[in-house]
């Protein structure tokens, strides 16, 4: 039995170590560590609550906003705040692009390397690859000197030694299935992302002043002016056209690219519909609507749990119910860290108790991680795109089970192959196209809105602090990219006084509980076949398809820097 580690996990935002037993050429353990102190929460104390989703959104800049979001819709629960429409649809927009965008990113540029080997790309024939594109899509950029054109700036940069941004994969490796063909369609769709991706995130730019990080919010509502009549209002018909143009540009590209290359990798790598099976219990908060965020029945992806892979039920959610562990994370509850806490009690005491570096291996029985160990009534969860695919599959939302029959109809496979790490991707690409058509829906309601003379986009009724309770506490969840998000907040004397974010990367990439159940990648990873335990790019598939973030799993910071967190940041 030998121990492989993998420190830094890249292509991921922040720092992800993953250690793995491996017998034979299987994982037969796995642990996962967030090894970043960094942090939010304590920042926040003391703060007007009015300003939280400022702060709150810098958790992370990857998913740029989703802290945003859940921070307002926390501070408007705790004081009893409704918000109009308009900001709700707005909102929905910001948060769908984010959905879109992310979901792209993560497929060509963080995830597709697992699966694509640019090196191959170089054997392939550019005429040969021309026929393949246009016989899977309709996507005008597929004639035989374009794909050449591809090939000639791949061949530069290898034969300069320098790969650039394909530098560190691991070519060659057995692993690799596509035909040269493939990997050079996926190249060229590599690059070509990389434009889409941020001429799409425009929409943030045009609602929000910029991206990251948005800075139109408000408790309440919304600070984006809407005026038909108004050239200088944020939202007037010129920029509805400009909405509408960005999000059918996207659009094509998720129909005519994204989805049809999900297909054609898939297809070489059906057996990876096998691995990466992880827990089984899948949760979603479940978001989207035009009405009361507080009411989940009108959502778009709805709320509820599926347990053990049964799709034939779907168990009510509860979010009384969450809660989080420190036993093997590097903190200490007040109570003893074998209890487990609900964010509205909860603490953030860091105490590093990891080895000294340099050392081989983390103490695996101990605490491992600066990542809390969330559970639902007791139970590990898997978060995100794929738990919210199933959980809107199992409810009988039918658009989400007409795309899931569509796309594994054309792989021939049941439902329950999504339940894998193939699955997580292709719950990506389905999500990704169901969103962005929703899209238009919100930026055409937005509009009739306007054109109605309904221009109205904040509530100020509380925004004097005299008008709140003495003190008061609320929550706000949202569906991220990565999957399920909820902030915590408590206010008293117009302050706050506790605040904690209970993040999807901190659902699917924290250790271990007080009973010992692995959290979401750790069992995801049992069972991982390994050609080389040298080269371990399975591990890297199975991690990557849940799209970690370690920047909003590990969100808290000591103001006072301490010796043993410096320590911890030497790794
Ligand atoms: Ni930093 Fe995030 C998303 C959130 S993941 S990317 O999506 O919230 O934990
Ligand atoms: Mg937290």
Avoid at 111 to 122: E, I, M, R, S
Avoid at 387 to 410: H, M
Avoid at 494 to 518: C, F, H, L, M
Avoid at 547 to 563: I, R, S, T
Wanted: proline share 6%; hydrophobic share 40%; with cysteine.
């Amino acid at each position: 039995m030998a121990r492989v580690v993998i420190d830094p996990v890249t292509r991921i935002e922040g720092h992800l170590r993953i250690e793995v037993e491996v017998e034979g050429n299987t994982v037969s353990d796995a642990w996962s560590s967030g090894t970043m102190f960094r942090g939010i929460e304590q920042i926040l104390r003391g703060r007007d609550p009015r300003e939280a989703w400022i702060w709150a959104q810098r958790i992370c800049g990857v998913c740029t906003t989703v802290h945003a979001l859940a921070s307002v819709r926390a501070v408007e629960d705790a004081l009893g705040i409704e918000v109009p429409e308009n900001a709700t649809l707005v909102r929905n927009i910001i948060a769908g692009t984010q959905n879109v965008q992310d979901h792209i990113i993560h497929f060509y540029h963080l995830h597709a390397l697992d699966w694509v080997d640019v090196t191959l790309a170089l054997k392939a024939d550019p005429a040969k690859t021309s026929q393949l594109a246009q016989s899977i899509s309709d996507w005008p950029k597929s004639s035989t000197s374009y794909f050449r054109g591809i090939q000639d700036r791949v061949k530069a940069l290898v034969s300069s030694g320098q790969l650039s941004l394909f530098s560190s994969g691991y070519w060659g490796h057995p692993a690799y299935k596509l035909p040269p063909e493939v990997n050079l369609l996926a190249v060229a769709h590599y690059i070509e992302a990389l434009d889409v991706q941020r001429e799409f995130i425009r929409v943030q730019a045009v609602l929000g002043g910029k991206n990251p990080h948005p800075q139109s919010y408000l408790v309440g509502g919304m600070a984006t002016a809407m005026d038909g009549n108004e050239p200088d209002a944020v939202i007037n018909p010129e920029r509805i056209t400009l909405l509408n143009q960005l999000v059918a540009n996207a659009q094509s590209f998720v129909r005519q690219v994204y989805m049809p290359d999900v297909l054609a990798i898939a297809g070489f790598y059906k057996d990876w519909f096998q691995h990466g099976q992880g827990l089984g219990n899948y949760m979603a908060y479940g978001d989207y609507t035009n009405g009361n965020i507080k009411d989940p029945a009108g959502f778009m992806f709805p709320r509820g749990i599926v347990l053990g892979r049964d799709l034939s039920t779907v168990h009510p959610l509860d979010p009384s119910h969450v809660s989080e562990y420190v036993t093997h994370s590097w903190y200490n509850y007040a109570e003893g860290d074998q209890v487990a806490k609900h964010p509205s009690q909860g603490e953030t005491n860091p105490k590093y108790s990891g080895p000294k570096p340099p050392y081989d291996f983390l103490k695996t029985d101990e605490k491992y991680s600066w990542v809390k160990s969330p559970r639902y009534d007791d139970t590990p969860m898997e978060v995100g795109p794929l738990a919210r695919t199933l959980i809107a599959y199992a409810s009988g939302n039918e658009q989400v089970k007409k795309i899931v029959d569509d796309v594994l109809g054309k792989l021939s496979l049941p439902p329950s192959a999504l339940c894998s790490t193939m699955g997580r991707i292709a719950a990506r690409a389905l999500e990704a196209e169901i969103m962005v058509s929703q899209l238009s829906g919100w930026v055409a309601q937005l509009d009739d809105n306007m054109a109605h003379g309904n221009l109205r986009i904040h509530n100020g009724e509380k925004w004097n602090p005299d008008t709140w309770p003495r003190s008061c506490q609320g929550f706000g969840l949202h569906e991220a990219p990565r999957g399920s998000l909820g902030h915590w907040v408590e206010i008293e004397d117009k302050k706050i006084v506790n605040y904690q974010a209970v993040v999807p990367s901190t659902w699917n990439a924290g250790p271990r509980d007080a009973k010992g159940q692995r959290g979401a990648y750790e069992a995801a990873l049992q069972g991982t076949p390994m050609v080389d335990p040298e080269r371990p790019l399975e591990v890297l598939r199975t991690v990557h398809s849940f799209d970690p973030c370690m920047a909003c799993a590990v969100h808290v910071l000591e103001a006072k820097g301490n010796a043993h967190l410096s320590e911890a940041l030497v790794f």
